[in-house]
């Protein structure tokens, strides 16, 4: 399973950026995608999640309302658009395949992860 995330930059406070995280080696469609961050010295968070069928979704609360999840099927490609930009966003965003069929939080869940991908937000 390989998956490679696209989107990298830096961009000014309150600026947009969209990333996206082509998938292959796997059938895309059956597993719940999820977008995780590290900033530097933090550790690995929870971002955002979607469902198979982008039925549902889940957000970190503090990215609630500013980025969206969403994915194309027909593409392998996970993306998250994000909005409203502040600095405390800066971080290394990844994408990852969950182990399970239901969406989750807990990094631990993630069993196949992209590499990363800088995001770098100036105030």
């Known amino acids: 399973v390989q998956l490679q995330a696209f989107g990298r930059g830096l961009v000014q406070a309150g600026g947009s950026l969209r990333l996206s995280c082509a998938t292959s080696?796997?059938?895309?469609?059956?597993?719940?995608m999820g977008w995780f961050r590290q900033g530097p010295g933090k550790e690995r968070e929870f971002v955002a999640a979607i469902s198979q069928n982008s039925g549902s979704t889940y957000y970190l609360d503090s990215v609630k309302g500013r980025f969206t999840i969403s994915r194309d099927n027909a593409k392998n490609t996970v993306y998250l658009e994000m909005n409203s930009l502040k600095a405390e966003d800066t971080a290394v965003y990844y994408c990852?395949?969950?182990?399970?069929?239901?969406?989750?939080?807990?990094?631990?869940?993630?069993?196949?992860w992209g590499r990363g991908t800088l995001v770098t937000v100036s105030s």
């Open positions: 990852a395949i969950a182990r399970s069929w239901a969406i989750e939080v807990d990094v631990r869940e993630y069993n196949y």
């Open positions: 080696g796997r059938t895309f469609s059956r597993y719940v």
